[in-house]
Nanobody, 129 residues
Framework: QVQLVESGGRWVQDGDSVTLSCVLS????????MAWFRQAPRQATGQERE????????????QFGDSVKGRVTISRDNAKNTVVLQMNNLKPDDAAVYYC??????????????????WGQGTQVTVSS
């Protein structure tokens, strides 16, 4: 059974950076398309999680959400079964629970939440102004 565990969430100040990690167990990371999403308290009930970044199984392709483009990078180390999201110049609107997601299929668009079979429990990022 594949499991994802996120870590790295913390309280930061406006303009700070944070590095989030996701470790996959129960499988080989190289078999999966990986992505990060977030859900903020301000989101309406029933609203889908916001896409942040996605990366192909071999790191050959990445995709980023419009709200974070230019401020985040995503990388993966298949040997360590780990995906890393680096976020810079954080703003209060970036405060959210960040989720790691995985799926064994490849996609033209990594932002579709319904395409991911596995999800982590999330890690909280808090940004104060």
């Amino acid at each position: 059974q594949v499991q994802l565990v996120e870590s790295g969430g913390r309280w930061v100040q406006d303009g700070d950076s944070v590095t989030l990690s996701c470790v996959l167990s129960g499988g080989r990371l190289r078999s999966y398309t990986m992505a990060w999403f977030r859900q903020a308290p301000r989101q309406a009930t029933g609203q889908e999680r916001e896409f942040i970044a996605g990366i192909s199984y071999n790191s050959g392709r990445t995709q980023f959400g419009d709200s974070v483009k230019g401020r985040v990078t995503i990388s993966r180390d298949n040997a360590k079964n780990t995906v890393v999201l680096q976020m810079n110049n954080l703003k209060p609107d970036d405060a959210a629970v960040y989720y790691c997601a995985a799926d064994a299929h490849t996609y033209a668009d990594y932002s579709e939440t319904s395409g991911y079979e596995y999800w982590g429990q999330g890690t909280q990022v808090t940004v104060s102004s």
